[in-house]
């Protein structure tokens, strides 16, 4: 009898363990499954207003049009699914975008972990008050008009480019280079 009422003590405690954790670990995957989700929303936005500007008038009419737009409408996005969502690098264009010391360790941290297929992993960090994804953005071969080496990048874009960005640290890079980083952070 004593043995059975152990039993069932032992059933009901370990019941009371696993079910916060299991909920937990749900609650988690499903964070990811809205970070991926609104990341996706931003990246291909992005890309469909750039190249919107890019076909109107070039580099030209994008860059000025990327400075006026690009950090605002990331914001917005992460408003509107409210969450605080960031495009942040080690080298930035944009020194708004530019990575804190502990994002600095997360961005290596992803760089070096890239895999043998070249895919870049994500990474999460949870703190009392909430929970935050940090998702790659690698590079492709359109991105390189505007951020590859020197002799990628077209005289007049280069103009436009120290013209309104004096202090770019945003070219350089090759294909499948880790460029940046969304980061999207929910209050718990
Ligand atoms: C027409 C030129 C152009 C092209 C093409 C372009 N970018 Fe950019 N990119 C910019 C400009 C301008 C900024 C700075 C925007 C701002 O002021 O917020 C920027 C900023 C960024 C940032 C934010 C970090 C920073 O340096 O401020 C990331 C990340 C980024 N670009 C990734 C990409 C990727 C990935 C591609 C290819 C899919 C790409 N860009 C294509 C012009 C371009």
Redesign the pocket.
Known sequence: MIRLLFSVLKLVFGLLVLIPLWHCQKEKSNYEEIAISITNEAKSNL?KK?TA??AEGG?KQ??PF??LN??GFTNQLGQKHKVELR???S????I??SLSPEEEKIFLEIEKLKTNEGVFPHQTRTSDDSVTFYIP????G??L???GNSNEIQKE?KQI?NQ??PND??IGYKVGEL??LFSVKFPK
């Open positions: 890309v750039l500007a890019m580099t994008a860059i990327c400075k690009a950090v495009r942040i690098t080298k930035p264009r944009n708004s975008n953005i690698p590079v492709m359109f991105c008009q505007c951020h874009t480019l309104e960005y640290k945003a460029r940046g």
